[in-house]
């Protein structure tokens, strides 16, 4: 079985500051994606990047990076710049490639960017 | 073109009651994944459709839990007899098919208050 572990409840940073989010996941698969999501208090779940794990370069999407460390089964988000309006729980995900199981979540992360 | 939607957003019931969560997924997408989210935790699986068949229903908690898809579009989740610790955000995903899984499409949630 897999596990994703969100070990940060509750973060918070100034805006335009930059803040990293932390995720372990445990498994015995070699292919597998991993997520990160946002869901803010409109409860819509948002992706906001994703790492296929067979991939060594890290994932980019603007102002959101992700540091995968596939040894050691870490995989961070980093968020530079931050804005108000990413302020939201942040969830860790993971599913395993080539199947149709389900994806696997963290206890999530609540982030409050501060102005 | 139009996302995921499910209605309705917000439902309360009276311990006891029969209740039916109506998820409609993006329109030609296969796969669709019900997943119940209690507070301030991840989001867990519940079931797995692909067309009208329901391939997995692991996650289902017990069986007054039943879900389904009769015409491979819509899919309506039930729980009969509520109790209080059905309390929770429902979130319906869908993908375009069993391999892209990968790529789940979320809707807003409905929020089930059992009182």
């Known amino acids: 079985a897999q596990t994703v572990t969100q070990s940060q409840p509750e973060m918070s940073v100034q805006e335009a500051e930059t803040v990293t989010l932390s995720c372990t996941y445990d498994t015995s698969e070699s292919n597998y994606y991993l997520f990160w999501y946002k869901q803010p208090p409109s409860r819509q779940m948002i992706l906001v990047i994703r790492q296929e794990a067979y991939k060594q370069q890290n994932a980019t999407e603007n102002r959101f990076s992700v540091n995968f460390q596939k040894a050691a089964k870490s995989f961070s988000l980093k968020i530079s710049d931050s804005q108000l309006g990413d302020t939201a729980m942040y969830f860790c995900a993971f599913i395993i490639s080539g199947s149709a199981r389900q994806l696997t979540f963290g206890s999530g992360t609540q982030l409050t960017v501060l102005p | 073109g139009a996302g995921v939607s499910q209605s309705p957003r917000y439902k309360v019931a009276k311990r006891g009651q029969d209740v039916a969560l109506r998820c409609d997924p993006i329109s030609g997408h296969v796969s669709l994944f019900w997943y119940q989210q209690a507070l301030g935790q991840g989001p867990e699986f519940l079931t797995y459709f692909q067309n009208e068949a329901q391939l997995d229903k692991s996650g289902l908690p017990s069986d007054r839990f039943f879900a389904e898809r009769p015409e491979g579009s819509v899919s309506t989740l039930k729980i009969q007899r509520t109790q209080q610790e059905d309390s929770a955000v429902y979130l319906c995903?869908?993908?375009?098919?069993?391999?892209?899984?990968?790529?789940?499409?979320f809707g807003p949630g409905t929020r089930l208050t059992v009182t």
């Open positions: 995903a869908s993908s375009f098919s069993r391999r892209t899984a990968y790529e789940q499409y």
